[in-house]
């Protein structure tokens, strides 16, 4: 398939590349950008006057609710709304039923992701069998079934001593672990704690529970080298100890979630349970750090923390409500949001959700490493094409995700969100095109 993308503006934020061009594709790679030979005769002809074509978005936290909870989401649901959202790659998260704990599972997600030829998928390996944080996991052979790192999703390993072989194990064979920083004790509540938790008579989750295990969890790296990848940071404090973490030179990254870049727990209002999120919403001063410090490079990435609800589950009393919301296709929109709101270029907004996860990855996406996350000549072909001047509003009935239930639904949160994907690629195949 040949498919010729004319008139649009490249943004290539690993580059800075920032110019009209037209862009050539043949045989799922970029064949030549801006000057177009004339023996090439597209297949397909995008057109692209007054869009962006970006590298295509790298989603580091997205759950595909398969297998174990079809009803909230399934591979081809999900992965259409990836492509909706302009996500051409994603980490899924290990909390599966079962869980991910098997190369057999693995090879069956990865198998059937390359069948939809929808989005690039690399799943997380379960860090113990189960998730139960009792007995490490076979890490070779799910890194051989494509694994791309180690994590407990959201269960916490309760036991040090079984944490810290874990991480001595994974950095003796290069491994990443991803983590959530949650102490297992102090963090069972579900709202943040605070006046807002107070007044409503919900059980709080104290930022103590995210710095007792940064601290923890940094003393780790320290005595055993291990690269940590820290998930959806949510506090100011948080910041300040990842901050210090790094000027210390220690092998860690993080993310943040679009949740807890956008939301506070004033949001929650009377009871609303699409604010029922994990990590919880904290107050106005932590959204401002989380901000901050994905604007000045402490926190590497941005994250939608795609975790599809069935109706069911939220249509309960706020603190009996199942966490989570639909995020994958609104990944692009809140990036550009928040970038607006930062002051930024577009292409240091697009690095947040392109090239910065990219260097998160690592060598971990093996032949796709010397060309993911950006647009270069020669380079794998996986782009989003998209409007920045449209702006939209969130409602159930336009999401692809069979997970209706998001916060920034309009009725919710009164919000209406810059840009529109108007075509994703993937290795050159048109995966999305709006209608």
Known sequence: MKVLIRNGRVVNPATGRDERADIAVASGRIRSIGGIAADFTPDRILEAEGCVVSPGLVDLSARLREPGHEHEGMLESELNAAAAGGVTSLVCPPDTDPALDEPGLVDMLKFRARKLSLCRLFPLGALTRGLAGETLTEMVELTESGCVGFSQAE??????????????????????????????CLGSGVAASGAVATRLGLSGVPVAAETIALHTLFELTRATGARVHLCRLSSAAGVALLRQAKAEGLPVTADVSINSLHLTDVDIGYFNSAMRLNPVLRQQADR?????????????????????????????PFAEAEPGGTGLE???????????DSGLSLAETLARITSKPVQVLGESLGSLAGSAGQIVEGGVADLCVFDPSAV????????????????????????????RVRATLVAGTVAYQAS
């Open 392 to 419: 939209w509003q969130v409602s159930p009935g336009i999401l692809k995700s069979r997970g209706k239930s998001t916060p920034f639904e309009f009725s919710h949160s009164g919000m209406a969100l810059p840009g």
């Open 330 to 340: 609104l990944l692009l929109s809140l990036a550009l949001k928040w970038g607006q």
């Open 288 to 316: 401002d750090a989380l901000r901050a410090g994905l604007a000045d490079g402490t926190i590497d990435a941005l994250v939608s923390d795609h975790t599809p609800v069935d109706s069911d589950a939220k249509t309960v």
């Open 155 to 184: 269960t916490p390993v309760r036991d040090t001593m079984v944490l810290l072989r874990a991480m001595q194990y994974a950095s003796t064979h290069h491994y990443p672990v991803w983590l959530r920083p949650q102490d297992a």
